[in-house]
């Protein structure tokens, strides 16, 4: 190949030969492996034009005019975020299920990105390629992330990928429940996934009302927002209107001999299987194996159960025109998958079984997982749980889950293997295990020991970890004089 002057004026690249047979010109390797959602941008909708609900905000009873969501009640945290999205980067609005985070999010781009492109990519595609595509559209647009957690996965949104929309001055806007944010909450212990939500502009919104939000709330004239505004002494005003409240209280009264038992213990197991950290969906016949355990806790036989089926269907209906207990999905297969309305589970405190904890052991497909299980079952005081889905992730390298570690040894008076996790998260750059480190030296009496983690602990910080490994060694030379 070689640049050519031929009819038609210069050429970049030409094949030249006296006779052709047959040509066979292949597209570029790149070009066959593009996303489909990356292929048309132009198709994106116009934030302007965009549906609510398929930004993933949750349906409102029906209104008495028939409009599936109620007018927006503006929130305190609107203005600050409309304006922080203009300024481009990553935005992320935090708070409980039904909190009304999409909703205020969704408003705020709709309000300051009118003309944009909205790319909100399917849960777990690569978005490798995405800026480019963006690039070479030319079009105005900004990323749309609802439930960010479901995409800090490799491939998806890594700190890379982040700094390419950054550097194109592409707004991304994301929404994550305060649960999920507890996974992400240390830069080491979830890697990538930790580094993009530390780099959010982070906005919270939280479930009750304020006294200025009350009064907008109070001034409007639609019957779900007046219902609600009723009842916000008790619930939040989104949550009320997303029908939380109805659907936690039909499932908690279902438990009973003339309600659904079997179809109660469905949405139980559901509900714990998330309370867990494993992540939904899951098939049927992992509900069906477990929700024996819910359904003898309630009586069993002499409550009449439901064959399944019934049951599954019960649980899938939608209330009210907004949700059901168990939201049903498939997999790749086309077999059917579930999870549970978000609200139950956030609103659940009770015991997890060890059934549940074991499934949710068995059932673990990456770290991300095992880093939320390990997290829930130490909240949990689960220490068998805790530590054997700690270990993996300490021998891999993640400095947080070998202090967790040892911090869980040391609880259980195994002083020695404590020890050895601190030293591996403290050589892995964990001031705090540091600390413990000499707090152990300066109690076993070896002073000199513990003056060199006091100083390890020192350099490595942060402030609160300074502080107090100071203390100890003003103590520690006040002792050897």
Not at 6 to 25: F, Y
Not at 49 to 75: E, I, Q
Not at 213 to 241: P, T
Not at 295 to 306: D, N, T
Request: charged fraction near 25%; glycine fraction near 8%.
């Amino acid at each position: 190949m070689a640049e050519n002057e031929i009819s038609g004026g210069m050429q970049g690249k030409v094949v030249q030969a006296h006779e052709i047979h047959q040509l066979t010109i292949n597209a570029p390797a790149e070009a066959a492996v593009v996303p489909r959602f990356l292929r048309d941008p132009a198709s994106w909708p116009l934030a302007r034009d965009w549906d609510a609900l398929s930004a993933g905000v949750h349906r409102a009873r029906p209104g008495g005019d028939g409009c599936k969501l109620p007018p927006y009640v503006s929130r305190d945290i609107d203005a600050a975020l409309r304006e922080r999205i203009v300024d481009r980067g990553l935005v992320l609005v935090i708070g409980d299920s039904t909190a009304g985070k999409t909703r205020a999010a969704f408003e705020a781009v709709r309000n300051v990105l009118p003309g944009h492109r909205v790319l909100a990519p399917p849960v777990g595609s690569s978005l490798r390629q995405a800026a480019d595509a963006v690039e070479c559209s030319g079009l105005s647009t900004v990323v749309w992330l609802d439930d960010l957690e479901k995409y800090l996965v490799p491939e998806c949104l890594t700190p890379e990928v982040l700094a390419e929309f950054t550097q194109l001055g592409v707004p991304v806007v994301a929404t994550m429940r305060l649960k999920a944010l507890e996974t992400f909450s240390d830069e080491y212990e979830n890697g990538t996934g930790s580094q993009v939500v530390r780099s959010a502009e982070v906005f919270d919104l939280h479930r009750l009302w304020s006294n200025t939000e009350l009064s907008r709330a109070a001034d409007c004239d639609d019957s779900r927002i007046v219902d609600a505004f009723a009842h916000h002494a008790r619930f939040g005003i989104a949550e009320y209107v997303a029908a939380g409240p109805v659907l936690l209280q039909e499932w908690r009264r279902a438990r009973s001999i003339h309600g659904h038992a079997r179809g109660s213990a469905l949405v139980a197991t559901a509900v714990d299987l998330a309370r867990t950290g494993l992540r939904a969906p899951w098939p049927g016949s992992l509900l069906t194996e477990l929700h024996e355990h819910h359904l003898v806790a309630a009586g069993g036989a002499v409550l009449r159960p439901e064959p399944l089926d019934a049951e599954f269907a019960w649980a899938s209906r939608i209330r009210y025109g907004v949700a059901s207990l168990l939201l049903p999905a498939q997999d790749d297969s086309g077999g059917d998958q579930w999870a549970p309305f978000e609200y139950l589970v956030d609103q659940t405190d009770s015991e997890i079984p060890s059934c549940i904890w074991e499934a949710a052991m068995a059932h673990v497909t990456d770290e991300t997982d095992l880093v939320a299980i390990s997290q829930n079952a130490l909240h949990a005081h689960q220490p068998d749980i805790a530590e054997r889905s700690l270990r993996p992730l300490a021998e891999g390298g993640r400095r947080i889950s070998a202090f967790n570690l040892g911090f869980l040894l040391h609880g259980q008076g195994r002083v020695e293997e404590a020890r050895q996790w601190w030293i591996v998260a403290a050589d892995a750059g964990l001031g705090r295990a540091a600390l413990r480190l000499a707090l152990l030296a300066a109690r076993d009496g070896a002073l000199v020991e513990s003056r060199q983690w006091c100083t390890r602990a020192i350099s490595l910080g942060p402030d609160e970890v300074l502080e107090c490994a100071s203390r100890l060694l003003d103590a520690v030379d006040a002792e050897t004089g």
